[in-house]
């Protein structure tokens, strides 16, 4: 089967840093995303690689090992409206995008 | 920039009846669009891909002649749920791609679909 694995739940404090990892096992890979979707709205594009090491942009960074089949997304500086779902997508076999369950980062004040 | 839109945002409709959700991408053509469903606090379950001008692919366990979907042109895709049933209520969405590097999917604004 196919299947993306990443936490449920994190919680850091604005301002830190926090790193939401995920692990993949799909048939075919050509690229690991990662989209972002407050509640009640759509997921919204973060980030994309397709080939090993880290991509910046702005406050976020991801990281991708395809040995490893695994990534994360890494948020700097953390705002209140940061506040929101984060999904891990893998492209893979047939172009077919498979989502990640999510992970809900909670921030404190 | 790239925008998909989603028409209608919300619909309530009595079970028995067909409700249809419109996406249309706005600044570009898409050679795919997918629908997906979300339950509350779950992830994008994908149902389909719909290419223009062929019949679209659907995703194990979705039944194709529940959700019709056409796709009638490179800026529009249409989702029916027919006969719809309460358990069909759920937060539908599109999403679609300007090529097939399909390095982002541009999603629409979603259709929150309530079955009473």
């Known amino acids: 089967g196919q299947s993306l694995e990443q936490p449920s739940e994190v919680t850091a404090v604005e301002g830190a840093i926090v790193q939401i990892n995920c692990t993949y096992q799909?048939?075919?890979?050509?690229?690991l995303s990662w989209y972002q979707q407050h509640d009640g709205g759509a997921p919204t594009f973060l980030s994309y690689?397709?080939?090993?090491g880290l991509e910046e942009t702005g406050r976020f960074s991801s990281f991708l090992s395809r040995s490893d089949s695994y990534g994360y997304l890494l948020l700097q500086e953390l705002q209140m409206k940061d506040s929101a779902s984060y999904f891990c997508?893998?492209?893979?076999?047939?172009?077919?995008?498979?989502f990640g369950k999510g992970t809900r980062l909670h921030i404190l004040p | 920039g790239a925008v998909v839109s989603q028409h209608p945002s919300r619909v309530i409709c009595k079970s028995g009846t067909s409700v249809k959700i419109e996406c249309r991408s706005l600044?570009?053509?898409?050679?795919?669009m997918f629908w997906y469903r979300q339950f509350p606090k779950q992830s994008l379950m994908l149902m389909a891909t719909?290419?223009?001008?062929?019949?679209?692919?659907?995703e194990q366990g979705v039944e194709k002649d529940k959700f019709l979907i056409n796709h009638a042109s490179l800026t529009l895709s249409t989702l029916t749920v027919t006969s719809a049933h309460p358990e069909d209520s759920s937060f539908y969405i599109c999403?679609?791609?300007?090529?097939?590097?399909?390095?982002?999917?541009?999603f629409g604004p979603g259709t929150r679909l309530t079955v009473t």
């Open positions: 799909t048939s075919g890979f050509y690229g």
């Open positions: 719909s290419n223009e001008g062929s019949k679209a692919t659907y």
């Open positions: 999403s679609a791609i300007k090529d097939r590097a399909m390095r982002e999917q541009y």
């Open positions: 997508a893998v492209r893979a076999i047939d172009d077919k995008i498979i």
């Open positions: 600044d570009f053509q898409a050679t795919t």
């Open positions: 690689n397709a080939l090993d």
